[in-house]
């Protein structure tokens, strides 16, 4: 009957707010965390990110420095080259250029202290107040460059030779930095898609459970409001049933004794005919 079936529908609409009430917890807590998730991640890949371009411009400016000084030694190693004896003479104003690059070739961190040596003993030879100072003493000058040319010009050549077997270490450490980098990039942006990918459908479903709940909430406020109505209808239908057939019952009972009284007046009347005609 309906009230029958109305108490079974109530039964399934409250296990499905139950079932629904209890995914929605577990979704609500997936979401939250992976919610956590996603900013670590994405708070890794900004941080990566900064160190990377800060390395990057590190780099950049180390490379351009050894790509000057590469160019200021092989400069040099030129200069020197064109002749020991007599390169003072001919070349002081090439040096006397050559001379402030090579000052700042000397504070790097890998000349060591022969190098620096050498090549401030080389930068002292070529100062002068002017170009009448190298032909003021030209025997002395020469004589002085002669029994340390040599030496100065291997040493300008071992530092050019270090100074490229640092740029090609220092791209290297750049490559390999920035193939880490790209790495970790791709391995954390895989991560953070197939995270939001997840959050969404968990997301997705999470309302679509709270549509179903507030359905399965609404339609069972409803059946209960029809049951409850179709038990107080059947509950005053057995009261009203109860007492027609309590009224129907003492109608039957008086009946009965007017029967009997009839057929006592009856019983008497006859007797009384009956004596009259005696």
């Known amino acids: 009957d309906a009230i029958t079936s109305n108490k079974r529908t109530i039964g399934d609409l409250n296990a499905v707010i139950t079932d629904s009430s209890a995914r929605i917890g577990e979704l609500s807590t997936e979401i939250e965390e992976l919610a956590g998730k996603i900013s670590a991640s994405e708070g890794d890949l900004k941080s990566a990110t900064g160190i990377r371009d800060e390395e990057h411009t590190s780099f950049s400016a180390t490379e351009t420095e050894l790509l000057e000084t590469i160019d200021v030694l092989e400069r040099a190693t030129a200069v020197l080259s064109r002749g020991q004896f007599s390169f003072l003479q001919r070349h002081g104003k090439d040096m006397s ?3 402030t690059g090579l000052s700042k070739i ?10 620096k040596s050498v090549v401030q003993s080389l930068i002292q030879s070529t100062e002068s107040e002017d170009d009448e100072d190298l032909e003021l003493q030209p025997q002395a000058t020469a004589a002085a460059y002669s029994s340390q040319g040599s030496g100065i010009l291997d040493t300008i050549k071992s530092m050019t030779e270090e100074a490229e077997s640092t740029l090609s270490d220092a791209r ?3 490559m390999k930095s920035n193939h880490a980098y790209e790495m970790l990039k791709q391995s954390l942006e895989t991560e ?6 997840r959050m969404s459908a968990a997301t997705a479903e999470k309302a679509g459970t709270e549509k179903t709940m507030q359905d399965a909430s609404e339609s069972l406020a409803a059946t209960q409001k029809t049951l409850d109505a179709d038990t107080k209808y059947l509950e005053e239908l057995r009261q009203s049933c109860s007492a027609k057939a309590a009224e129907w019952e003492q109608r039957q009972k008086t009946r009965a004794l007017e029967m009997e009284a009839c057929s006592k007046a009856l019983a008497i ?3 009384e005919i009956g004596r009259a005609h005696v």
């Open 97 to 99: 250029q050559l001379a």
């Open 106 to 115: 000397i504070s790097a961190t890998w000349v060591n202290s022969k190098q």
């Open 172 to 174: 290297g450490s750049e």
């Open 192 to 197: 953070l898609a197939t995270m939001k990918k």
């Open 269 to 271: 009347l006859s007797g």
